[in-house]
């Protein structure tokens, strides 16, 4: 488990328990506010079932997230020369995919998922293997590529994915660290 502490307050990473957290993701996944995420239709057993099998692929790894202890937001980190963008771009040693979902909530406190995002990548680029974190997320989700942005993220060019139009995007570890300095 590694742990961020920030002026949000401290945020930590434990791997996913497919069945043991699989009720409180489902009430994420098919809230309103996750659809980008693509599971608005999935029943109980669909995201067991689907964590299942991430949690048994040697490229794709998710994680609980947590803020101050409790339950926050889920990471997944993946290979992109193996899954996600295979052959949709040239993948280089060091690149890093990744996707993250912050809990809906009824009381949202200004700046939190912006201290998720950087807690989430400084967490991938303590790995001294990544040099750089590909996303792709959907083309029309203008809240997640200001974000992106936000934590040093380039967007280099569409892409057509089988679920949906992508904005492929990268950041450096010195992009990040120059986009959080600032």
């Known amino acids: 488990m590694s742990t961020t502490g920030t002026s949000a307050g401290t945020f930590t990473f434990r791997p996913l328990d497919p069945l043991k957290d699989a009720e409180l993701l489902h009430g994420w996944v098919t809230h309103p ?62 690149d890093v995919g990744m996707h993250f979902l912050v809990a809906p909530t009824d009381t949202p406190v200004h700046g939190f998922t912006k201290a998720v995002i950087t807690a989430v990548m400084a967490h991938l680029f303590e790995d001294p293997s990544a040099s750089r974190v590909v996303v792709e997320p959907d083309v029309g989700n203008k809240a997640v590529h200001a974000l992106n942005e936000a934590v040093g993220f380039v967007p280099e060019r569409e892409i057509q994915k089988p679920e949906k139009r992508a904005l492929l995007s990268f950041c450096t570890r010195e992009q990040f660290t120059e986009a959080v300095a600032a």
């Open 33 to 94: 506010k996750a659809a980008f995420w693509m599971m608005q239709d999935a029943r109980l057993e669909d995201v067991e079932r689907a964590y299942m099998e991430i949690a048994a692929d040697e490229h794709h790894h998710a994680l609980l997230g947590l803020h101050d202890g409790e339950p926050a937001f889920l990471m997944e980190k993946y290979d992109p020369a193996h899954r996600e963008l295979v052959g949709l771009y040239a993948p280089v040693p060091g």
